[in-house]
């Protein structure tokens, strides 16, 4: 099961893009969260959430695989480019096939892991302030407010090679993902995280769209977030 909210915030249109694809034995949930200005962001967040589907399910489950369907998606839009010139999207996902359990990653759109109310995971994201966080210069914390948040290092159509994370999962029961855009996750520290439990998901996605709003911030971004339980059942 899964709750979803995708608001504009206080920007005239909404360039992110979300999608939950499922067949017979596979399921696939993605956040896009698109960039360029004006519908440019909005096409390369739909773009992908509509392309990455079928290149997975076709090929075989494997890190490698979806590393290089998010490669082809890469190649893509880079050629969609001659439209919509500077288009490019973050990417997070979540995908489950032949009781595999993977996330993936491009960019600041994260995933968390929530287990027993604790973050047990969670997707690097490829931006300058993570980078320092990784360097010891910052603390995690100081990712959601730093002046360089909004500062990529890789987005789908960035250049011709770009950074990819894939992570294979280990996955119980009951655990809880929630998959989010910037303009969700940077009002959130792990520990608000850590309150989502598979039996209060959607007071929980419910109670921070409410915690967002409540902040009245005139700067605030589109955001995007998937709330989902239950998938190793």
Sequence with gaps: MEYIISKKGNREI????????????????????GCGGHSSGEVASKFVVDCLPELLFEADVSLDSIRNALNLCNVRILEEQKKHNGMRTTIVGLYTANNRFFAFNIGDSRLYQIRDGQVIFTTDDHSVPYLLYKAGIIEKNEI???????????????????????????????DVFVLASDGFWEHFYESDFAGC?????????????????????????????????GINE
């Design 14 to 33: 909404n360039e992110d893009s979300y999608g939950h694809i499922v067949t017979e034995d596979k399921q696939l949930y993605l956040v896009a969260d």
């Design 144 to 174: 959601n407010t730093h002046e360089d948040r909004n500062k990529l290092l890789e987005a789908l159509g960035n250049k011709a090679k770009i950074k990819i994370n894939v992570y294979e999962l280990s996955v119980l029961k009951n």
């Design 197 to 229: 439990r598979i039996n209060s998901m959607k007071d929980w996605l419910n109670s921070k769209n409410e915690e967002i709003i409540a902040l009245n911030d005139k700067e605030q971004d589109n955001y995007t977030a998937i709330v989902v339980g």
